[in-house]
């Protein structure tokens, strides 16, 4: 099993930043991508970025390409999501996510984290 652990979850105006972490502990060498997800009230959970382990494979949803940059620090076992220029469509539940493959669908990750809340006023 892998556990997931996110924090920096905030209230935030338009127009500003939030830092979201997460931090990977148990049979962490069975995964080889680590990701977020977000769920807004009422939609479905859709992916935002992943990223591998090794490297060389980072990728965005387009809703956020240039705003949110997701990084890693492997000695930690630990993945960021670092959100710049947020939006209230930004406004969501995020979940942290480890996976075995380079994939967008929930249904490759086979990990999840509790969630973290993140709103943006207008």
């Known amino acids: 099993q892998v556990q997931l652990v996110e924090s920096g979850g905030g209230l935030v105006q338009a127009g500003g930043s939030l830092r979201l972490s997460c931090a990977a502990s148990?049979?962490?060498?069975?995964?080889?991508?680590m990701g977020w997800f977000r769920q807004a009230p009422g939609k479905e959970r859709e992916f935002v970025t992943a990223?591998?382990?090794?490297?060389?494979?980072?990728y965005y949803a387009d809703s956020v390409k240039g705003r949110f940059t997701i990084s890693r620090d492997n000695a930690k076992i630990t993945v960021y999501l670092q959100m710049n220029s947020l939006k209230p469509e930004d406004t969501a539940v995020y979940y942290c996510?480890?996976?075995?493959?380079?994939?967008?669908?929930?249904?490759?990750?086979?990990?999840w984290g509790q969630g973290t809340q993140v709103t943006v006023s207008s």
């Open positions: 148990g049979r962490t060498f069975s995964v080889y991508y």
């Open positions: 996510a480890a996976g075995g493959r380079h994939s967008v669908y929930t249904r490759d990750f086979g990990y």
């Open positions: 990223t591998r382990w090794s490297g060389g494979d980072t």
